[in-house]
């Protein structure tokens, strides 16, 4: 049995009080880890190591501290197999998923802001005879990054590299019930060089940790992204504490095919977007608006393809649907079958738990799952599921469409499908969406604001509005 152990002021160490979670194996349901289970102590520690590297790391130049993100970066591609099948154990998501965009993209993360931090520059105003105005854009100090477990090294290495870049220190908080590869990060960090105390990783619960580095004073800002209601208690604690945070919450994502797309394309891109991941993406669209006179045809294509997904063990090479992330998840989606059913769904595909031979007889695996016949307003069609479950809905008009795409309370991603420019411009700017993909989807370039509208997030994230939220603006101005 490995222990997993916190990475603080450079150092792996077990946490204070020696507590340890079980971590599980999703495709066994056995436990194959202990995770450390820190308390405010560990955090207070982790505080402490980042504000003593904080002087040295803010003062060093960019291009140094770039430096030493792309020499991480290098090492989590040497890694590559290792942390794509660290993920795959510890996430139950098909190992060939994992290699292809997890860790690329988790490299690709610390690659980028390595050197976009030499890109950023500051801003003058000058008025000839009066005045030169320019901004300053100092780092934050020390922050908090705490992520979810349904890309685990890529949305955390997402929220770490930027704050690095930007000059600031960092105590980060990856899910307990993913926490391998934000341990292999530490010992990759070590190797890398990063000075001790930039960057801090202590594991455990929300309630413990997660809520620990929230209410400590000494952590000026909170990069979350997890469920709108962990987000809505995150504010409640950190608003009155004057802390920046960036939320990036939940979703509920249409998918919108009008007649004159490229159906070939539509159905084969939403199979990726309805059951990438066994549907545990907030990115995927899970309401599939179609177009009624390509209803029928859209309908027996994407069942067909849905035919062909077969759910397996995810360390297999070949394994496209792998498990859910834990026993209470299943549980929760299955809860959303029973209620689709209740809402009076007519079951096409799916709907059963898959119990699999051998190894993996006790793991958490469900059929990729499609109903149709739910209206927009029902709650299976309103409310997250964060599973392999989809709703089919024919539509007459663009408008009706645009409002039940828009009905809900999540405004995170949105997927339109048709070869009519015009069209796509329109249907994208009346979207409730902080993304809008045309004709695609989960392409993303990393310079691109990232984030949501209405209950998916406050604030954004990619970019330079990365760096932004990691550093704050001062203006100095000079009479001329
Ligand atoms: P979650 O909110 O349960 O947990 C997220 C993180 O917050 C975990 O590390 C958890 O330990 C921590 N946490 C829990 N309680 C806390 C507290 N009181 N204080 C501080 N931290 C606390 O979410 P999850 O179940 O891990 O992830 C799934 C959710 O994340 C879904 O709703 C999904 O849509 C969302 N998500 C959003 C995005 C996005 O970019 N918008 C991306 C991925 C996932």
Redesign the pocket.
């Given at each position: 049995m490995q222990y997993f152990q916190n990475y603080i002021d450079g150092q792996l160490i077990a946490p204070a009080a020696g507590q340890y979670l079980p971590g599980v194996e999703p495709a066994t349901g056995q436990v194959y880890a202990q995770v450390p289970a820190s308390d405010a102590t560990d955090v207070a520690q982790a505080v402490r190591a980042a504000e003593r590297a904080l002087p040295a790391w803010r003062s060093r130049p960019a291009e140094e501290r770039g430096r030493l993100l792309v020499r991480i970066s290098e090492l989590i591609e040497r890694d590559l197999e290792r942390l794509a099948h660290a993920e795959s154990q510890d996430n139950g998501k098909p190992v060939s998923l994992a290699r292809s965009v997890d860790i690329p993209r988790a490299a690709s993360n610390f690659a980028f802001f390595g050197t976009a931090a030499q890109h950023f520059a500051s801003e003058t105003h000058y008025q000839e005879g009066v005045a030169l105005n320019y901004t300053v854009r100092h780092p934050l100090g020390v922050v908090g990054c705490?992520?979810?477990?349904?890309?685990p090294l890529y949305?955390f290495t997402w929220k770490i590299a930027p704050a690095l870049a930007a000059g600031c220190c960092v105590v980060a908080?990856?899910?307990?019930?993913t926490p391998y590869t934000a341990y292999l990060l530490s010992e990759l960090c070590m190797e890398a060089g990063l000075p001790p105390g930039v960057l801090n990783i202590v594991h455990g619960?929300?309630?413990a940790v997660?809520?620990a580095?929230?209410e400590h004073p000494g952590i000026k800002a909170i990069s979350?992204?997890?469920?709108?209601?962990?987000?809505e208690?995150?504010a409640r604690t950190a608003a009155p504490m004057f802390k920046k945070l960036s939320l990036?919450?939940?979703?509920k994502n249409p998918n919108v095919v009008f007649a004159d797309c490229n159906l070939t394309e539509a159905v084969a891109t939403s199979l990726r977007s309805s059951f990438s991941n066994q549907g545990q993406?907030?990115l995927c669209g899970s309401r599939i608006f179609i177009e009624r006179p390509i209803y029928a045809a859209f309908r027996q294509a994407f069942l067909d393809g849905v035919a062909s997904l077969t759910v397996g063990d995810p360390l297999a090479p070949g394994t496209r649907q792998g498990a859910l992330v834990s026993k209470a998840h299943l549980e929760k989606v299955l809860g959303y079958i029973a209620l689709a059913h209740q809402e009076g769904g007519h079951l096409l595909a799916g709907g059963e738990q898959v119990h699999l031979p051998g190894r993996c007889a006790e793991g958490y695996f469900l059929q990729p799952t499609v109903f149709e016949g739910l209206a927009p307003n029902c709650r299976v069609n309103q409310e997250?599921i964060?599973g392999p479950v989809v709703t089919l809905t024919p539509f007459d008009t663009e408008a009706e469409v645009i409002e039940w795409a828009n009905s809900t309370e999540y405004g995170?991603a949105a997927t339109i499908w048709t070869q009519d420019l015009t069209r796509a411009h329109r249907v994208a700017h009346a979207l409730h969406s902080g993304i809008v993909w045309v004709n695609t989807w989960l392409h993303r370039d990393l310079r691109t604001p990232?984030?949501?509208m209405k209950n998916?997030?406050v604030g954004r994230e990619g970019g330079l509005e990365a760096l932004r939220f990691f550093t704050e603006p001062q203006n100095v101005c000079i009479k001329l």
């Open positions: 705490i992520s979810p477990w349904n890309l949305l908080k990856p899910s307990e019930i619960t929300g309630p997660g809520q580095i929230v979350f992204t997890g469920g709108t209601k962990t987000g208690h995150i990036e919450l939940g979703g993406i907030c997250e964060f995170l990232f984030g949501g998916s997030g």
